[in-house]
């Protein structure tokens, strides 16, 4: 089957061709269904920041390596083991591209997002199909477009990035990064009771994205002292939240230096593998007690990005669409940065 893979190990905007990485429209076998498995004929599969990380080498894998994991489809075949979610041939899917075995330490500890065996089931979503056990498996609401339904996986990072906050109805709340996670978030902390809520962006059409999601107030990183603006904005103490989410290490201090005494920062990107950021753990952590994490992948978080999906402004994260066969094309469409989203549609 048609499979969009990483064939060469660098950076996709590397200025030098010899040593750019490279991804190319190539032949995988289908995946074999197993009892419990579900085989979904892919619709649309969207780009994740992540994506081009992977074809960097961020988590050491040899090409070539099929990409994708935010995938929406209608099943065409199921297991005849896969009973418990009551799913059915045509049903219209999305789900969880990491499959967690229940049994390891982490697992049964209840910290599945670091289980041991996770990697066993590594699928690539920018495919013609794909077979997914039926845990892994959620029916998409009927007013929810396949186009939309790709964004399953995002929104559920998004709910996990509230969860992790521990914030409560009324703080001040700041985003840096106005990517597709950060203007997901923005929504669902909007929705959560988040006030003087503000975007950190350089990107103008993102900004002005954040304005119609309910954002108060955007920060533009390259024109304006973000430090200065953020005391403005919240009297000179500080947003109870940062969100950091443009991986950008500019951006990394920033977060910690806007948060107010007692406040949380969650650096949700991925940043570059080498980074490490310098932190004063006198001011930042004994001073003013920040709280400073971030999260990896969203369990957990499913069932409830499930149930909030139909009440998201999603249409602006679908316009961009390229055919399977056109999947170079998608990936310098995203490295542009010019759009919210790209999405691939498979079939």
């Not at 700041?174 to 988040?194: C, D, E, N």
């Not at 939240?241 to 230096?257: C, K, L, Q, R």
């Not at 400073?292 to 499930?306: D, E, H, K, L």
Request: charged content about 25%; glycine content about 8%.
């Amino acid at each position: 089957m048609k499979t969009i893979a990483a064939v060469k190990i660098g950076r996709l905007n590397d200025p030098n061709e010899e040593t750019r990485g490279a991804v190319e429209v190539i032949d995988f076998p289908e995946q074999q269904l197993g009892a419990e498995d579900v085989k979904i004929k892919v619709a649309y599969c969207s780009i994740c920041g992540s994506d081009p990380h992977l074809v960097e080498g961020v988590f050491g894998w040899e090409p070539p390596f099929g990409l994708g994991h935010e995938v929406s489809g209608v099943i065409v075949e199921l297991g005849p083991k896969a009973t418990k979610k009551g799913l059915k041939v045509g049903d219209r899917v999305a789900g969880n591209f990491l499959k967690f075995c229940g049994t390891c330490y982490y697992c049964l500890d209840g910290r599945e997002q670091f289980c041991e065996n996770v990697h066993d089931y590594n699928r690539p979503g920018m495919s013609e199909y794909i077979v997914w056990h039926e845990s892994q498996v959620w029916k998409v609401p009927d007013t929810v477009s396949l186009e939309e339904a790709c964004l399953l996986e995002p929104i559920s990072i998004a709910v996990r990035i509230v969860d992790k906050a521990n914030m409560r109805v009324g703080q001040r709340v700041a985003i840096s990064g106005g990517g597709p996670i950060g203007l997901l978030t923005l929504q669902v902390l909007k929705r959560f009771g988040a006030t003087s809520l503000t975007l950190i962006e350089p990107i103008e059409d993102r900004r002005n994205l954040a304005k119609s999601f309910g954002a108060e107030h955007v920060i533009n990183p390259l024109e304006e002292d973000v430090r200065e603006v953020a005391n403005t904005i919240t009297d000179g103490r500080g947003f109870d939240v940062v969100i950091e989410a443009s991986g950008s290490p500019h951006a990394a201090n920033v977060a910690t230096d806007i948060a107010s005494r007692g406040g949380t920062v969650l650096y949700i990107a991925m940043f570059p593998k080498e980074y490490e950021m310098p932190l004063n753990l006198y001011k930042k952590c004994y001073e003013q007690e920040l709280t400073i994490s971030g999260t990896f992948v969203a369990p957990y978080a499913f069932p409830r990005a499930i149930q909030l999906m139909p009440n998201l402004d999603l249409e602006p994260f679908t316009q961009k669409i390229f055919p399977l066969e056109r999947g170079v094309e998608a990936f310098e469409a995203h490295m542009s940065g010019k759009y919210p989203k790209v999405l691939i549609k498979c079939n």
